[in-house]
């Protein structure tokens, strides 16, 4: 196959089989090696390493803007042609089974790692196709809203928040600022719009909102009404912890300071309605 050349509907086909086979795998907690599948995938369609592998992240690109998980490590890439779309698409609707180990794996209790470490990143970039709208519309789950209920992931990740704050203060000599950490919402209830009141190094009072997920860097979130405008009150001393790979011994954290409405693309995903 010559470099460059439109993927045929039967590469998409093997590609985007082979791609889901190993996210239902990882859903269910089984191991698989990546370099093997693309081994598989270039015997079969005699594509190169390189560009299976950039396909397998167009294929996270889709599943990304259809609110469906991914498997993680393909950072998705968003230049993606629309039979691929298709075939996404079309694979995702016919695999009951991977809809269910997606459930199963999106609901479950957060599995308790005591010697896990922070891995405290950046941002990641996140580009998004013009077929979005489209794809949202395509899926039968939004996963995206289902992690998001998923409380007691939720306060899992609130709490370990709490003691990364009041460790990351004692450990600048802050013991009498890490022994006023409060897990506000938990304390005081919550729609406060914020998580927990922790502080900077200099002193001062900070107000953390956190997010967690199971998925990578890129998963979406969902965000109240209320923590926007919050964030927009308190900009100055606002910050979005967004916690990922939370299952993971190596958790990951991004920060996002000031209103959400300037750290954050925001698209309306459910609005309250009464009669007009």
Same mark, same amino acid.
């Given at each position: 196959m010559a470099?460059?050349?439109?993927? *045929?509907p039967?590469?998409?086909?093997?590609?985007?089989?082979?791609?889901?086979? &190993?996210?239902d795998?990882?859903?269910?907690g089984?191991p698989?090696?990546? *370099?093997?599948?693309?081994e598989? +995938?270039?015997?079969?369609?005699?594509?190169?390493?390189?560009?299976? #592998?950039?396909k397998?992240?167009?294929?996270?690109?889709?599943?990304?803007?259809l609110?469906?998980?991914?498997?993680?490590?393909? !950072?998705?890439a968003?230049?993606?042609?629309?039979?691929?779309?298709? @075939?996404?698409?079309?694979?995702?609707?016919?695999?009951?089974?991977?809809r269910t180990?997606a459930?199963?794996?999106?609901?479950? #209790?957060?599995?308790?790692?005591?010697?896990?470490?922070?891995?405290?990143?950046?941002?990641?970039?996140?580009?998004?196709?013009p077929?979005?709208?489209?794809?949202?519309?395509?899926?039968? +789950?939004?996963?995206?809203?289902?992690?998001?209920?998923?409380? *007691?992931?939720?306060?899992?990740?609130?709490?370990? +928040?709490?003691?990364?704050?009041?460790?990351?203060?004692?450990?600048?000599?802050?013991d @009498? =600022?890490?022994?006023?950490?409060?897990h506000? @919402?938990?304390?005081?209830?919550?729609?406060?719009?914020?998580?927990?009141?922790?502080f900077? =190094?200099?002193?001062?009072? !900070?107000? +953390? /909102?956190? !997010?967690?997920?199971?998925?990578? %860097?890129?998963?979406? &979130?969902?965000i109240?009404?209320? /923590?926007?405008?919050?964030?927009?009150?308190?900009?100055?001393?606002?910050? =979005?912890?967004?916690v990922?790979d939370?299952?993971? %011994?190596?958790?990951?954290?991004?920060?996002?300071?000031?209103?959400i409405?300037?750290?954050?693309?925001?698209?309306?995903a459910?609005? /309250?309605?009464?009669?007009?």
């Amino acid at each position: 196959m010559a470099a460059g050349e439109s993927w *045929s509907p039967f590469e998409n086909e093997v590609i985007v089989s082979a791609y889901l086979d &190993m996210l239902d795998r990882e859903l269910r907690g089984e191991p698989f090696v990546k *370099s093997k599948v693309n081994e598989d +995938v270039r015997q079969k369609i005699g594509r190169s390493r390189g560009s299976v #592998e950039y396909k397998f992240q167009n294929v996270s690109a889709v599943l990304i803007e259809l609110s469906h998980p991914y498997v993680r490590g393909y !950072k998705a890439a968003s230049n993606f042609q629309e039979s691929l779309r298709d @075939s996404v698409v079309a694979q995702v609707q016919a695999r009951t089974d991977l809809r269910t180990a997606a459930l199963d794996d999106f609901t479950r #209790e957060p599995t308790p790692h005591p010697d896990f470490a922070w891995n405290l990143t950046d941002a990641p970039s996140v580009e998004f196709s013009p077929h979005r709208d489209f794809l949202r519309r395509a899926t039968k +789950v939004d996963f995206v809203q289902v992690d998001a209920a998923n409380r *007691s992931l939720g306060l899992a990740g609130e709490r370990a +928040v709490v003691e990364l704050e009041r460790t990351r203060l004692q450990q600048a000599g802050l013991d @009498s =600022l890490a022994r006023q950490v409060r897990h506000a @919402s938990q304390d005081e209830g919550d729609g406060l719009g914020y998580d927990i009141r922790s502080f900077d =190094l200099s002193g001062e009072e !900070k107000f +953390v /909102e956190v !997010k967690t997920t199971r998925r990578g %860097p890129q998963w979406p &979130m969902l965000i109240s009404r209320n /923590e926007v405008q919050f964030s927009q009150e308190e900009s100055a001393r606002f910050h =979005l912890y967004r916690v990922f790979d939370f299952d993971q %011994p190596i958790r990951g954290l991004y920060e996002l300071p000031g209103s959400i409405t300037q750290s954050c693309t925001l698209r309306p995903a459910v609005y /309250e309605a009464l009669p007009a």
